[in-house]
């Protein structure tokens, strides 16, 4: 809702309202007090011309509001879910002191807080004021202009004023998962996953590339003539194997709308394809993504596999801004738009939302797939299923719930069963927990050789 370029102050209203208050007093006194009567109304009419003018002389003054200068100040980058800081910048260049209340137009995707700030201002003074902002979805998020109510020198109206300029800022998956892992070696970043690195025995590593030395290498990797060249630590980075490739085919269905822990079974996931993105590019493999029921207005479906330094910021730029649609999610046409798409092995990680139904249509995609590619379905397992099955039964109504509760279960667990039989690597977890089983699945791959 747009603001009036002046409205009246809550002073004004009050001394409007204690007019009004006189007018009725006024009008009593002609029954109470007569011979009071003509002096009251004298000063009811006296009061009423100095507000009035009072009022009109304020509305002239305050009505320009030369040398107010603002601007917002925020990080381009946040993280959904991530509390983050924005800061206002608040400047008087007039000549006279200002009194405010200012606004800023947040995007409705962020929750902030601690808005509206009152300010005051002595001429050639600035202020900063600090709000609070937490996403709630990712996307572009738009800021418009900073808004202030200024008021006029007797505090009787109140100017509506913009600063600044629009800004944006991208919402991004939780990425500092990512980032906390940035400076942890391999060794460290599994531990940090709660997973232990185990290499096959007799198996040796193959050289890689010189890195800066990082906390936690040990001195076997540290290369002392290179470090005595450059002057600083410098460690050799060691890999099993180059040149695999690592294609996640996303399902952006409805199904994974549902919720848990307040985000989306859809922001889970992208969570856990970043971090177990991550330490595959680590070990040198290159990382795509295919999503897929994505939707008529979504057209940015496919990222061809790279691998590097670069290749996880290519995937969150190529995410951020992905959700969900109403789609079903059809497995058969992702399955043969992917085998068109991508000639050469890779191991094909299917993330989704399984249901028992998907039977006949999953078992089919996944066959097509193993013609060329290594699988792995990554089914997200929601929270609510799993405290239904171990809440107590009391009543009857909560024993058929309690019943079709764990038939639902069970016939997914079959489905899922169904695809270990045929040499497919099951992930099978919570939707807070599904990095650590993309994590160790690929490592257990690694391991053995397969991948």
């Given at each position: 809702?747009?603001?009036?370029?002046?409205?009246?102050?809550?002073?004004?209203?009050?001394?409007?309202?204690?007019?009004?208050?006189?007018?009725?007093?006024?009008?009593?006194?002609?029954?109470?007090?007569?011979?009071?009567?003509?002096?009251?109304?004298?000063?009811?009419?006296?009061?009423?011309?100095?507000?009035l003018g009072g009022m009109l002389l304020d509305a002239l003054t305050g009505y320009r509001v030369p040398g107010l200068d603002g601007n917002r100040q925020l990080a381009r980058n946040l993280a959904l879910g991530v509390r983050s800081t924005v800061t206002l910048e608040m400047e008087n260049l007039g000549e006279r002191r200002l009194r405010l209340e200012t606004c800023d137009q947040v995007p409705p995707q962020l929750?902030?807080?601690?808005?509206?700030?009152?300010?005051?201002?002595?001429?050639?003074?600035?202020?900063?004021?600090?709000?609070?902002?937490?996403?709630?979805?990712?996307?572009?998020?738009?800021?418009?202009?900073?808004?202030?109510?200024?008021?006029?020198?007797?505090?009787?109206?109140?100017?509506?004023?913009?600063?600044?300029?629009?800004?944006?800022?991208?919402?991004?998956?939780?990425?500092?998962?990512?980032?906390?892992?940035?400076?942890?070696?391999?060794?460290?970043?599994?531990?940090?996953?709660?997973?232990?690195?185990?290499?096959?025995?007799?198996?040796?590593?193959?050289?890689?590339?010189?890195?800066?030395?990082?906390?936690?290498?040990?001195?076997?990797?540290?290369?002392?003539?290179?470090?005595?060249?450059?002057?600083?630590?410098?460690?050799?980075?060691?890999?099993?194997?180059?040149?695999?490739?690592?294609?996640?085919?996303?399902?952006?269905?409805?199904?994974?709308?549902?919720?848990?822990?307040?985000?989306?079974?859809?922001?889970?996931?992208?969570?856990?394809?970043?971090?177990?993105?991550?330490?595959?590019?680590?070990?040198?493999?290159?990382?795509?993504?295919?999503?897929?029921?994505?939707?008529?207005?979504?057209?940015?479906?496919?990222?061809?596999?790279?691998?590097?330094?670069?290749?996880?910021?290519?995937?969150?730029?190529?995410?951020?801004?992905?959700?969900?649609?109403?789609?079903?999610?059809?497995?058969?046409?992702?399955?043969?738009?992917?085998?068109?798409?991508?000639?050469?092995?890779?191991?094909?990680?299917?993330?989704?939302?399984?249901?028992?139904?998907?039977?006949?249509?999953?078992?089919?995609?996944?066959?097509?797939?193993?013609?060329?590619?290594?699988?792995?379905?990554?089914?997200?397992?929601?929270?609510?299923?799993?405290?239904?099955?171990?809440?107590?039964?009391?009543?009857?109504?909560?024993?058929?719930?309690?019943?079709?509760?764990?038939?639902?279960?069970?016939?997914?667990?079959?489905?899922?069963?169904?695809?270990?039989?045929?040499?497919?690597?099951?992930?099978?977890?919570?939707?807070?927990?599904?990095?650590?089983?993309?994590?160790?699945?690929?490592?257990?791959?690694?391991?053995?050789?397969?991948?």
């Amino acid at each position: 809702m747009r603001l009036p370029a002046m409205r009246p102050s809550a002073r004004l209203v009050k001394l409007a309202t204690g007019l009004c208050a006189a007018a009725l007093a006024v009008s009593a006194g002609r029954i109470w007090l007569p011979e009071l009567q003509p002096p009251l109304v004298m000063l009811w009419w006296t009061a009423g011309a100095a507000l009035l003018g009072g009022m009109l002389l304020d509305a002239l003054t305050g009505y320009r509001v030369p040398g107010l200068d603002g601007n917002r100040q925020l990080a381009r980058n946040l993280a959904l879910g991530v509390r983050s800081t924005v800061t206002l910048e608040m400047e008087n260049l007039g000549e006279r002191r200002l009194r405010l209340e200012t606004c800023d137009q947040v995007p409705p995707q962020l929750a902030a807080a601690g808005l509206p700030r009152e300010v005051e201002l002595q001429p050639g003074q600035a202020a900063r004021v600090e709000y609070p902002v937490t996403p709630q979805r990712r996307g572009q998020a738009r800021f418009g202009r900073i808004e202030a109510l200024v008021s006029s020198p007797w505090g009787l109206w109140q100017k509506k004023v913009t600063l600044g300029e629009p800004t944006s800022a991208r919402v991004y998956p939780d990425f500092l998962g990512v980032s906390s892992l940035q400076a942890l070696s391999t060794e460290q970043s599994l531990r940090y996953l709660g997973l232990n690195q185990q290499q096959r025995r007799g198996e040796g590593m193959d050289f890689h590339q010189l890195r800066e030395y990082r906390r936690g290498d040990s001195q076997r990797q540290v290369d002392w003539r290179a470090s005595a060249r450059l002057r600083r630590l410098i460690s050799r980075e060691y890999q099993d194997e180059r040149d695999q490739q690592i294609i996640y085919l996303l399902d952006c269905g409805r199904r994974m709308r549902a919720r848990d822990d307040g985000y989306s079974h859809f922001d889970h996931a992208l969570n856990a394809l970043l971090l177990s993105a991550y330490v595959a590019v680590r070990q040198g493999d290159a990382v795509g993504l295919q999503a897929f029921a994505t939707g008529n207005g979504q057209r940015r479906a496919r990222l061809a596999p790279t691998r590097g330094d670069d290749s996880i910021n290519l995937l969150l730029n190529h995410v951020y801004d992905l959700h969900t649609s109403t789609a079903h999610s059809d497995y058969s046409t992702a399955a043969r738009e992917l085998m068109e798409s991508q000639q050469k092995r890779a191991l094909v990680v299917l993330v989704t939302n399984l249901r028992d139904e998907d039977s006949d249509e999953l078992l089919a995609a996944v066959e097509l797939l193993s013609r060329r590619h290594l699988v792995m379905v990554a089914s997200l397992r929601e929270r609510a299923l799993d405290e239904l099955v171990r809440s107590p039964v009391e009543e009857f109504p909560a024993a058929l719930e309690h019943l079709a509760t764990v038939d639902l279960v069970q016939r997914r667990q079959r489905l899922l069963q169904h695809l270990r039989a045929r040499n497919v690597i099951v992930a099978d977890a919570r939707p807070e927990r599904m990095h650590l089983a993309l994590v160790e699945n690929y490592w257990r791959l690694k391991r053995s050789g397969r991948l």
